[in-house]
């Protein structure tokens, strides 16, 4: 009895290393890992910066400034909002350069009324055209900050806040906490404040520095996982040597559903076009896409167009599936080995990103001011194209197994949905396509199993 047991439990418990194996096989394959850290902007984030410039009877007032210091990252229309928790009983007396959403509660104030008595307000920035006397310097753009690198000079927004009911002195202050920033949306996490050295301001003829009574710093990071559920573009390949053209993957960024969502797309040769896209989500800005296979806001085709003696040359055309969204100041990142030998660049402006020492592999690509740094909507306008030329490196250059092709590509700071390498364009000489994409996890289950009966 104890030899049939002991053989049972044996049993029992290779059975169940061989589940757990399986299992954890199956998760590696199947899952994929977040965007919560960019590789390609390892140290890119937003960091709020709060200065006391002066004491009042019954607080202080500060200038609040957000500095976007992510390299290609930047906060469209309609703009960041800001919110954060007080930490006692405070109030606003007034504010420049931006406004809370909400007054709140203020019926136990008599004659002078604070601009807002929430606990938790809600900041938005003014909109261009405020007064003069409303303003402070960095101000009232609507929300809209640039990424630093691409334009560096409106890469910050400021307002000025006059707080009451607060400390009065650096030892009673109490900091803010719970920061939140919307930009316009979800996406960003804050850190809690942390008390720094106070800020140093030179003046205008560089004669004198003051200084602020107290600073406190607060930083905000992006994750492509937390700002939204989906992709929202994806990436397209062709190549002279070969007929294929390889599409986004289907149902990349969705897929066409009338029955459940009707209205979410509508096609490009639809008689309804014009009144589905001024339809009434036109004013709250609801996505309207072109009703495509892969239902992608944004696509990026990437066609490799000429091989010359020393150079070869690409094609990159970014097309906008979205009727009722525009983009200002767009911009392409794309990672390929060959860009440090980019010879010449037709109609964008770059710049080359080196967020590790000693690699330059990485491009920031954009539009030229007024001329095509505006991605209209959908339509004959709705695209925007490039052409760019690179010399070859007798020691690394090929067009096989696909290495013509980008390794990444983000647009606006979104990393777009790249087709799988097995399907890419292959050079005609190569036969049969490798199939070895496709068997490599099938192989290795195999081997797995094949590696545990033997020990067990």
Not at 268 to 287: E, I, Q, R
Not at 323 to 345: A, E, I, K, S
Request: proline content about 7%.
């Amino acid at each position: 009895m104890e030899t049939v047991l002991s053989s049972a439990t044996g049993s029992i418990s290779k059975l169940s290393s061989f589940t757990i194996l399986l299992l954890f096989l199956f998760s590696c394959s199947t899952f994929t890992p977040t965007e919560a850290y960019d590789a390609l902007d390892p140290t890119g984030n937003i960091t709020i910066k709060w200065d006391v410039i002066s004491w009042t009877p019954d607080g202080y007032v500060a200038v609040v400034t957000m500095f976007n210091f992510q390299q290609y990252r930047h906060i469209q229309a309609p703009g960041w909002t800001l919110g954060w928790t007080w930490a006692k009983k405070e109030v606003i007396w007034s504010m420049m350069g931006a406004q809370t959403t909400e007054q709140g509660d203020c019926s136990k104030y008599k004659g002078n009324i604070p601009h807002c008595c929430k606990k938790d307000p809600i900041v938005v920035d003014l909109l261009p055209g405020t007064p003069y006397n409303q303003q402070i310097a960095n101000c009232c753009k609507g929300g809209v900050m640039n990424s630093w690198m691409q334009d560096p000079s409106n890469a910050a927004s400021s307002f000025q806040v006059s707080v009451g009911a607060a400390g009065t002195t650096n030892k009673t202050v109490r900091v803010p906490k719970n920061f939140t920033l919307k930009a316009p949306g979800p996406g960003y996490t804050c850190g809690p404040a942390k008390i720094v050295k106070p800020t140093k301001f030179v003046s205008a003829d560089k004669r004198r520095i003051t200084q602020a009574m107290m600073t406190w710093n607060v930083t905000c990071t992006y994750s492509q996982f937390l700002a939204q559920k989906t992709p929202t573009c994806c990436v397209s390949l062709s190549s002279f040597y070969n007929d294929t053209i390889v599409n986004c993957p289907t149902c990349t960024c969705g897929c066409q559903n009338n029955i459940t969502e009707p209205g979410s797309c509508v096609s490009k040769t639809s008689p309804y076009l014009a009144s589905a896209v001024s339809g009434p989500g036109k004013s709250s800005n609801t996505p309207l896409l072109q009703c495509t296979s892969h239902m992608c806001p944004v696509r990026v085709h990437w066609h490799v167009k000429l091989n010359y003696k020393e150079y070869w040359r690409v094609k990159v055309t970014i097309t906008n599936f979205n009727y009722r969204m525009n983009y200002t100041q767009w911009n392409l990142v794309v990672q390929h080995p060959n860009f440090d030998n980019l010879t010449q660049l037709f109609s964008f402006n770059y710049k080359s990103l080196t967020p590790y020492a000693g690699l330059n592999d990485t491009a920031m690509l954009y539009g030229v001011k007024f001329y095509n740094d505006f991605l209209s909507e959908a339509g004959p306008l709705g695209n925007v194209q490039s052409e760019l030329l690179f010399r070859k490196d007798a020691s690394t250059f090929t067009f096989e197994k696909g290495w013509a092709f980008p390794r990444r590509i983000y647009f606006n700071g979104d990393n777009c949905v790249m087709p799988p390498p097995d399907a890419y364009p292959w050079l005609p000489n190569t036969g049969v396509r490798p199939v070895i994409y496709v068997l490599q996890p099938v192989m290795t289950i195999l081997a797995s199993i094949i590696f545990l009966w033997a020990y067990m």
